[in-house]
Each structure stands twice: as structure tokens, then as C-alpha cells.
């Protein structure tokens, strides 16, 4: 396999709406005059509305794009296929709403080093597009984190994340999403970003958090209303939390 410097891939699942608003041109303008050798890999997580076709022909034409059609089985394994299938040195996570947007990778280059594992995005409290209560919630979880797991790290969950390839691969297939048995159905809500971070500072790699800028201007409409959604996302959080804590005490962690 041909070596080159950085994969960003792009998960997706019934990203129509996202899609339409040309997210991957502003992708495609940003690196197709860089430097260093890229990819993209948008890798589809069994899509059931038009975003396949709409990728199909909005790629069509541009170099180093392509698009994994993959059955659904949730954002972890979206990625996961991304990953093995990343030519990259380093392999860059960015979410298609592009409420981070793809130029905010000039922030995290710098920090790449031998010894660092990830440099993750890290969007602050002062978030556009953020109400209060999620503003309040946020200080809540981060607090409540802490407390348990990740205390240097102040945002675990910016969908803008730097991994050293060798890395990724190494840690990913150790999240516990990939030991259930339960088959995923539609969107789901799976805070699985703390308990890869924790693996990775595990394997003795540092993490770099890096702040960066965030706009809440998703307009997917398959991810439910904005309520129940945030009302999913908060338990999931807290509840993997514990779950990561509870793994670490009982040594589920030391093999890594």
C-alpha cells in the first residue's frame, strides 16, 4: 500500500441535508493545494436516504476521494473501516456537517510529534450556535469526567480528532462498542471518544488538545429533534463514563 502523509476521513450516515449545503467542496478547495500527499475517505455507514449518490457524483472528477459503502453499524465502525483502509501516516476524524471546519487542521500540524498518539480539537464553552443549557451541560459532564476519567483533557468529545495512524489501529478495535453483540439500528448516540482517548494515554502515547473553532450548523435531519437528542447524547455520556471507569478498575485496560 502506498504511503502518504495524512487520511481525513469522513463518516457518514443519512447526511443528505449536509451534503446539499457542498461540505466536501469546502474540503476538496482546502487540501487539493497543499503540500503534503492526502486522501479523503468519506466511509458510509449503510445510508438509506440519497447521500451515496449525491457523494457519487459531487467526487466524481477530484483526486484522492473516495467513498466505503459499508453496512450500518454505527459511527465507530464507520470509522474503523476508514481506518483499515487509510493509506495515511496520520488519519484526521472530521464530521460532514463541517461544524468544525476542515481548516482548522493548520492548528493541530503543529503538535504532531514521535511521542504524541492524538491531537484533538478542543471547541470551548463559548461555542456558536450553543444554548445555555447545553453550555450548562457541558460544564456539568466535563466536571463529572473528570472526576473519573481524562482529568487534563477538557473537551473529549470535538468531532475534529488527529490520531498517528499505528495508533488507531491499535487502540480502536479495544472499545468495548466493538465487544456488543447488539446490532445498531438507525442513528445512535455512542460516546465512545472517552474511552479511546483513556486507551490511548493506556499505551503510554500523549494526547495534545488543541482549541479550534465551532459552529453548531448541522442540519441532518436524521439524528432526531434537538431535545431528545441532546437528552440521549447526556446519558449516553455519563453512563460511558462509568463504563470506562468500571473496565479500568477491573484491569479490562492492561492488555492494551
Not at 83 to 97: C, H, R
Not at 198 to 203: A, E, L, Y
Request: aromatic letters at 10%.
Amino acid at each position: 500500500m502506498e504511503k502518504i502523509f495524512l487520511s481525513v476521513i469522513i463518516p457518514c450516515y443519512n447526511e443528505e441535508e449536509n451534503l446539499k449545503r457542498n461540505v466536501l467542496s469546502e474540503v476538496h478547495d482546502f487540501l487539493k493545494n497543499k503540500v503534503f500527499s492526502w486522501e479523503v475517505i468519506i466511509s458510509d455507514d449503510g445510508s438509506t436516504d440519497g447521500s451515496k449518490d449525491l457523494i457519487k457524483s459531487q467526487i466524481k472528477g477530484w483526486k484522492n476521494f473516495r467513498l466505503l459503502e459499508n453496512p450500518h453499524g454505527g459511527k465507530p465502525s464507520a470509522l474503523w473501516f476508514g481506518i483499515k483502509s487509510a493509506k495515511g501516516e496520520y488519519v484526521l476524524f472530521s464530521d460532514m456537517d463541517q461544524s468544525t471546519p476542515i481548516d482548522q487542521l493548520g492548528k493541530l500540524l503543529p503538535f504532531l510529534a514521535k511521542n504524541i498518539g492524538a491531537v484533538i480539537g478542543s471547541r470551548g464553552l463559548l461555542r456558536k450556535n450553543f444554548p445555555l443549557y447545553r453550555r450548562i451541560g457541558s460544564i456539568v459532564f466535563m466536571a463529572v469526567r473528570k472526576l473519573f476519567i481524562l482529568p487534563e483533557i477538557d473537551d473529549t468529545q470535538c468531532g475534529f480528532k488527529l490520531f498517528r495512524k499505528e495508533v488507531a489501529l491499535r487502540s480502536f478495535p479495544k472499545l468495548e462498542f466493538f465487544r456488543k453483540e447488539k446490532r445498531v439500528k438507525g442513528w445512535t448516540v455512542t460516546s465512545w471518544d472517552v474511552e479511546l482517548l483513556h486507551i490511548i494515554k493506556k499505551i503510554d502515547f500523549r494526547i495534545e488538545e488543541v482549541p479550534v473553532q465551532w459552529k453548531d450548523i448541522d442540519v441532518s435531519k436524521s439524528k432526531g429533534g434537538v431535545f431528545g437528542r441532546y437528552a440521549r447524547e447526556s446519558k449516553e455520556m455519563l453512563t460511558q463514563i462509568l463504563r470506562v471507569k468500571l473496565n479500568d478498575l477491573k484491569g479490562l485496560y492492561k492488555d492494551v
